[in-house]
C-alpha cells in the first residue's frame, strides 16, 4: 500500500489551491490536530497540518497547508474527487480507514458550524464567533454545505443560504488580515463589509521546533442575491459592444452610475478602516525606499518580459518622481488586493470582500500599513482589464478598441469623482503618487500575464505603452 505522505502529496498536487507548482514538491510531513468529532463517532474529523519545501529561495523555506480530514471505514462513493487515501489509521485503533477532504464531506462540515457558533476550545483549537452591533444572523445548525468552485487559493463552502466559510489553505504564524480587518470593520458596524460571524484559529507543530499559531478559516454572512463587480461590469462592456453606434454613456447597460457609488464606498470603507485600526505617515525618505523597490521589480519584470523592456525608461520616471516625492503620505490598512473581482453588488449597494491582500506576499507585508492611493490604483487598472478583456473577440477592430478605452476612462473618472465626494480630496491630484502605483501595478499585471495568459499580455503592454509617454 503506498505511504499516507505520497497519498497526501499526490492529492494535494492536484489541487487548484496548492501553491507549489513550477517546481519539485516533496510533502516532507503530515501533523494533525485534536478530533473535532466525538469519540467513536464516523467520520472522524480533525485537520491536518501538511509540510512542504517552498521553491528555492524563498524566504520561507517550509510552508504549511491546512488539509481538513474525514476518515470512514468504508468508502463513500459521492466522495471519490476528495479522496486523499486509504491506510491504516493509528490514532483510530490500526482501522483501515479512507481520508477524504472534510470541507468535501457535508457529514464533516457540521463540525465546524457547530464550533464557530458555540465558540469551542479545543486542545490547540480556537473558534470565536463574532456578534456586531444590532445585527446578529442565526445559521442554521442542520445548514447543508456546499464547497463553491471559484475560490483559487483558499477553499470556501456555503450553509444553506446563509453563511459562508472561508477555510485558508497556505498558513502562516500571526493574524490573517482578511480575519482582523474585516472582524474589525463588522464590529464597528460596518455596512460596507459582509458581517464576520466568527473565526477558527489554530496551532500547529514549528518545523524545526516549537509552536505557530495562526488564523484557519473565516465566517461571514452569505450575499445570496449579489453579483460580482466584474461580472456586473463586463456585462456592461457586451452591451457597449453590442451597439455600433453609441458612445458608453447612451448604451443601456452605462456603468459609470455604480463606478461612482463604488468610489464612493471604498472611500467610506478607507475612512472606516483608519478610524478602527489607525493610520501614519510615510515619511520623504519612506518614498526613496519604496521607489527603489518598484524599479527592481521594473528591472526584474523587464528581464523576463521582452515586450515590457522598451517601456522600461518611461515606466522609471514615474518612480523617480515618486523617490523625489517630499510630502509625507497618510497611510493606513487598507484592502491591497483590489479589484472588482473584489466587491459584490447587493440590494444595499457595494461590498468590498477578501481583505488578505496580494497572496504572492508575506503576512507581514499583507499587514503593513499602505497608501489607499494603491487601492484605487488597483482598481483604475481593474475597469481597464474589464473593457479590453472582451477585445479577444474582436481582434484588429480599431473602433471596438477605441470604445473599450471610452469605457474604461468614463468608468475611472466616475470612480473617482465618488471617492472624492466621499473622502474631500481627489485621488487625481495626487498625480505622483497615482502614477507610480499604476506603473507598478502594471508591471505586476505583464509579469502574471506572460506566465499564466500570454493571450492577455496585450492589456498590461498597452497601458505600459501608455504611461510611459505620460509626462
Same mark, same amino acid.
Given at each position: 500500500m503506498t505511504s499516507n505522505l505520497d497519498q497526501v502529496q499526490s492529492f494535494c498536487a492536484n489541487q487548484r489551491w496548492?501553491? /507549489?507548482?513550477?517546481?519539485?514538491? !516533496?510533502?516532507?510531513?503530515?501533523?494533525?490536530?485534536?478530533?473535532?468529532?466525538?469519540?467513536?463517532?464516523?467520520?472522524?474529523?480533525?485537520?491536518?497540518?501538511?509540510?512542504?519545501?517552498?521553491?528555492?529561495?524563498? /524566504?520561507?523555506?517550509?510552508?504549511?497547508?491546512?488539509?481538513?480530514?474525514?476518515?470512514?471505514?468504508?468508502?463513500?462513493?459521492?466522495?471519490?474527487?476528495?479522496?486523499?487515501?486509504?491506510?491504516?489509521?493509528?490514532?483510530?485503533?490500526?482501522?483501515?480507514?479512507?481520508?477524504?477532504?472534510?470541507? !468535501?464531506?457535508? =457529514?464533516?462540515?457540521?463540525?465546524?458550524?457547530?464550533?464557530?457558533? !458555540?465558540?469551542?476550545?479545543?486542545?490547540?483549537? =480556537?473558534?470565536?464567533?463574532?456578534?456586531?452591533?444590532?445585527?446578529?444572523?442565526?445559521?442554521?445548525?442542520?445548514?447543508?454545505?456546499?464547497?463553491?468552485?471559484?475560490?483559487?487559493?483558499?477553499?470556501?463552502?456555503?450553509?444553506?443560504?446563509?453563511?459562508?466559510?472561508?477555510?485558508?489553505?497556505?498558513? =502562516?504564524?500571526?493574524?490573517?488580515?482578511?480575519? /482582523?480587518?474585516?472582524?474589525?470593520l463588522t464590529e464597528a458596524g460596518s455596512e460596507l463589509v459582509p458581517e464576520v460571524l466568527g473565526s477558527a484559529r489554530g496551532s500547529w507543530p514549528r518545523a524545526g521546533g516549537g509552536t505557530d499559531t495562526g488564523d484557519l478559516a473565516m465566517m461571514t454572512v452569505f450575499e445570496k442575491n449579489a453579483t460580482d463587480g466584474w461580472s456586473y461590469a463586463t456585462t456592461s462592456v457586451r452591451d457597449l459592444y453590442a451597439e455600433a453606434d453609441l458612445h458608453a454613456e447612451e448604451v443601456g447597460g452605462d456603468f459609470a452610475a455604480e463606478s461612482q457609488r463604488l468610489g464612493a464606498s471604498t472611500a467610506q470603507v478607507h475612512a472606516e478602516l483608519a478610524k478602527a485600526l489607525g493610520a501614519d505617515v510615510w515619511e520623504p525618505s519612506q518614498m526613496v525606499e519604496h521607489a527603489a523597490a518598484m524599479k527592481r521589480r521594473l528591472e526584474k519584470a523587464a528581464a523576463a518580459v521582452p515586450e515590457l523592456a522598451e517601456y522600461a525608461d518611461g515606466l522609471a520616471r514615474a518612480f523617480d518622481a515618486l523617490a523625489a516625492y517630499d510630502v509625507p503620505v497618510p497611510v493606513q490598512r487598507i484592502h491591497g488586493d483590489f479589484h472588482l473581482g473584489q466587491v459584490l453588488r447587493t440590494i444595499e449597494g457595494w461590498k468590498l470582500i477578501d481583505f488578505e491582500g496580494e497572496p504572492a506576499k508575506s503576512l507581514v507585508e499583507r499587514r503593513a500599513l499602505d497608501t489607499p492611493i494603491k487601492d484605487i490604483a488597483g482598481m483604475l487598472r481593474s475597469f481597464d482589464y474589464a473593457a479590453r478583456s472582451l477585445l479577444a473577440d474582436h481582434q484588429g477592430d480599431q473602433q471596438i478598441a477605441y470604445r473599450a478605452a471610452e469605457w474604461a476612462n468614463r468608468n475611472r473618472r466616475a470612480f473617482c469623482d465618488g471617492y472624492a465626494e466621499v473622502a474631500g480630496a481627489d485621488p487625481r491630484d495626487q498625480g505622483v503618487l497615482l502614477s507610480a502605483f499604476l506603473a507598478d501595478k502594471v508591471i505586476y499585471e505583464t509579469l502574471y500575464e506572460a506566465r499564466n495568459r500570454p493571450t492577455w499580455l496585450p492589456i498590461p503592454l498597452a497601458a505600459a505603452a501608455q504611461l510611459s509617454t505620460t509626462e
Open positions: 496548492f501553491g /507549489e507548482k513550477g517546481h519539485d514538491v !516533496h510533502v516532507d510531513a503530515m501533523a494533525t490536530s485534536v478530533w473535532l468529532s466525538d469519540e467513536g463517532a464516523w467520520p472522524a474529523v480533525r485537520i491536518g497540518f501538511v509540510y512542504c519545501a517552498g521553491p528555492p529561495g524563498a /524566504e520561507n523555506a517550509i510552508r504549511v497547508y491546512q488539509l481538513p480530514l474525514s476518515y470512514h471505514p468504508t468508502p463513500v462513493e459521492n466522495l471519490a474527487h476528495a479522496l486523499i487515501g486509504d491506510w491504516e489509521e493509528q490514532d483510530l485503533g490500526d482501522t483501515r480507514v479512507w481520508v477524504y477532504d472534510a470541507l !468535501h464531506d457535508k =457529514e464533516a462540515t457540521p463540525y465546524w458550524l457547530d464550533a464557530i457558533t !458555540h465558540g469551542r476550545r479545543l486542545d490547540g483549537l =480556537e473558534f470565536h464567533p463574532v456578534h456586531a452591533p444590532e445585527r446578529a444572523t442565526v445559521v442554521p445548525d442542520d445548514a447543508q454545505s456546499l464547497v463553491l468552485t471559484v475560490e483559487q487559493s483558499n477553499t470556501s463552502l456555503v450553509f444553506g443560504d446563509t453563511a459562508l466559510l472561508k477555510v485558508f489553505r497556505r498558513l =502562516e504564524p500571526g493574524s490573517n488580515p482578511g480575519v /482582523e480587518i474585516e472582524s474589525a
